[in-house]
């Protein structure tokens, strides 16, 4: 919002509020009970009015002029007219015509009022500031709105003592006075370029889905506890318990203490000389050095319950439309294409400038991924106990990345003059969408195929990579029988013979699953805009191996998405690999047949029956081979020169225990 406005409080700036009232607050915000209104993105200014003249007040006004202010300087002034405010923004270009025009508005606007309805609303020399945004499409800072527009808010007002400089509550009814004037201060502004509006009331959506709200308490709940903390416990109790356990420095735990309150300015701290007093050199560097990254140790404390609130935010803000927008969709579309050249152009220049590309990772890491902007609202704000709050969702860290973009450190911005809109929106279907599905296959039957099938078959889809466990698998009924990966390939590739979009490989790395994540941050086979698909069968649901699928491809490769796609477990009975194997083991050809997949012709069939019988055959025949050898020779069959007899019978097979093969690891 800026200006006299100031920061509006995201639920986590404000020290004061406990879990309690943080859950508390979340709960209904996924209940829709929460009073909100839109808070939209343009430039701040406040606005009041002044009858003062060498007149009486109460008689008809001969010198009344409408007031603005950007600052505290400005309020103390009595405020800024139209001649000011002009001479404030002279040679700012789009930015002085927003605010000229938008003020000249405000001036025609009032003059639909009655001197006893200025006293009303202002009072009689600029005593009552309305917090108002001038909102110009020729002027947009990240959202482009339909109209000029100057937008008077629902919260942020307040009346202010010149002599004291001090704030306080606007007088009961002179809000309710402006908002009862407001249809003949609108009709006044017919033919003018800008537009009045009050109050941009927005109703939430109340959560079917409460998992979201359930998993935001539990990520507070699990931040917390190890502090040592409870629901009665606040922000600045969480802060000071972060930092203080956290700060590395060899300093005696009693000085940590008072660091910590300097740090979070907490009344009564001794301050910055008094930390210092008595330290050995060394000791004042190390203090020195942790003032000096203050801001930086404060936003890793409250890393934890920020994250916490702005995925909860994001899910709240999930689809709302903004008041001021006609075409919504189309607005989220130049959302997500701006993005998606501001994360490209940094990338390519990361190297000569790696804060900035971790700065714009941070920022990734809340945005998650590009189908997460789905709305064109800055945020929604609202007042619980006295405190006005914002939910901000993903506008804050795409309003911070496309900042750096267009404001780069060596002044080379890139201006959204240079965006082509008529590429494709950058959302999880753009760039390459390609679908990892990686497992054991040993060996792989009709269920894994038809999975593999299905995937590749689904049109956002434009390859499958099925990758193999590289360790071989044996029968628990022969332990000798194996099923090796590059057996499982051979079976796919007849598979897949027809397939072009699927693709089998042997997996490289310790596991298939960490295979999956060194392919996500191969930046040679993904790049921004494209989407890997983690598929998994729903038998597989609930397990967690790909948990740190999307936070590893913010890391390692900036602008790739990460989706999971849970598929039916498709066979029947007997269709597991050990079941398979068991089948081998025992030479069942037939069985095995029929867990093969329908698509296979018989050439194919033969193809796959003689592969893995006739290489298992070979290896029971040189083990028979084996144990007759051992056999003849404990029966003294094997000639040493004198005795020629024979005395085996070779009509038998010996009755001897085939040795078990022990199982490869």
Aim: aromatic share 6%; no cysteine; charged share 30%.
């Amino acid at each position: 919002m800026g200006g006299v406005a100031g920061h509006m409080d995201h639920l986590y700036d404000n020290r004061e509020l406990t879990f309690s009232e943080m859950k508390e607050i979340m709960k209904a915000g996924a209940n829709a009970e929460l009073d909100v209104e839109e808070k939209v993105d343009g430039q701040n200014l406040f606005l009041s009015y002044s009858l003062k003249n060498d007149e009486l007040i109460g008689v008809p006004d001969k010198g009344g002029k409408a007031k603005g202010a950007r600052n505290k300087g400005n309020l103390k002034a009595g405020g800024l007219d139209a001649i000011g405010l002009a001479r404030k923004f002279s040679g700012r270009g789009p930015l002085e015509k927003a605010f000229t025009g938008a003020f000249s508005a405000f001036e025609k606007a009032v003059e639909a009022l009655s001197d006893e309805e200025k006293v009303k609303i202002f009072g009689p020399d600029t005593d009552i500031w309305y917090n108002a945004e001038v909102m110009d499409p020729g002027n947009a800072n990240v959202i482009l709105y339909d109209d000029k527009t100057l937008k008077i808010h629902d919260v942020g007002h307040f009346s202010f003592d010149r002599e004291s400089g001090e704030k306080s509550p606007i007088p009961e009814g002179a809000l309710e006075t402006l908002d009862n004037a407001l249809e003949r201060m609108a009709q006044q502004l017919q033919g003018d370029d800008f537009k009045l509006a009050r109050r941009a009331a927005i109703q939430l959506k109340k959560l079917e889905n409460k998992e979201f709200l359930t998993t935001a308490i539990s990520k507070i709940d699990s931040a917390i506890a190890p502090e040592g903390l409870s629901d009665r416990n606040n922000i600045q109790d969480y802060l000071y318990s972060r930092l203080l356990n956290g700060i590395q420095a060899d300093l005696p735990e009693n000085l940590k203490k008072e660091l910590v309150k300097y740090l979070l300015g907490i009344p009564g701290n001794i301050g910055k000389r008094a930390l210092k007093s008595g330290l050995s050199n060394e000791d004042k560097r190390d203090l020195d050095g942790i003032i000096a990254n203050k801001r930086n140790l404060l936003l890793e404390a409250i890393m934890p319950i920020e994250f916490a609130v702005h995925d909860y935010t994001v899910e709240i803000l999930k689809g709302l439309e903004s008041v001021f927008i006609a075409d919504n969709k189309k607005e989220v579309d130049r959302l997500k294409k701006e993005l998606s050249l501001a994360v490209r152009s940094l990338t390519a220049s990361g190297a000569e400038d790696p804060l900035t590309m971790e700065i714009m990772q941070r920022h990734l890491n809340k945005i998650k991924d590009f189908s997460q902007i789905s709305t064109p609202i800055e945020a929604i704000v609202f007042d619980y106990n006295g405190h006005t709050y914002k939910f901000a969702g993903n506008f804050a860290p795409l309003n911070q990345i496309l900042g750096m973009f267009r404001y780069p450190k060596n002044n080379k911005a890139i201006t959204t003059e240079d965006i082509d809109y008529t590429i494709s929106t950058l959302t999880e279907q753009d760039g390459k969408k390609v679908a990892l599905l990686p497992g054991g296959f040993k060996p792989p039957h009709a269920g894994h195929y038809k999975l593999a099938k299905e995937l590749s078959s689904l049109p956002e889809i434009d390859e499958v990579i099925v990758i193999i466990g590289k360790n071989s698998r044996f029968s628990k009924v022969e332990p000798q029988i194996e099923v090796s990966a590059e057996d499982s390939k051979s079976l796919w590739d007849i598979y897949t013979s027809k397939d072009d979009n699927i693709k089998v490989k042997i997996q490289k790395g310790n596991t298939p699953v960490s295979d999956v994540y060194d392919l996500i941050a191969d930046k040679d086979y993904f790049s921004v805009g494209d989407t890997v698909v983690l598929g998994k069968s729903d038998k597989d649901e609930g397990d967690k191996r790909y948990s740190r699928a999307q936070s590893w491809a913010e890391r390692h490769n900036p602008g790739v998405s990460v989706e999971e796609m849970v598929m039916p477990v498709y066979g029947g009975e007997n269709m597991g690999g050990t079941a398979l194997r068991d089948m081998i083991a025992s030479n069942d050809k037939n069985k095995l047949a029929s867990k093969l997949p329908d698509h296979l012709n018989d050439s194919d069939v033969e193809k796959i029956m003689a592969l893995i019988f006739n290489k298992n055959e070979n290896l029971n025949n040189l083990i028979d081979m084996t144990i007759e050898e051992i056999s003849t020779m404990s029966s003294g069959a094997i000639s040493l020169g004198a005795n020629k007899t024979n005395s085996y019978n070779r009509s038998k097979k010996p009755k001897v225990k085939r040795p078990k093969r022990q199982r490869r690891r």
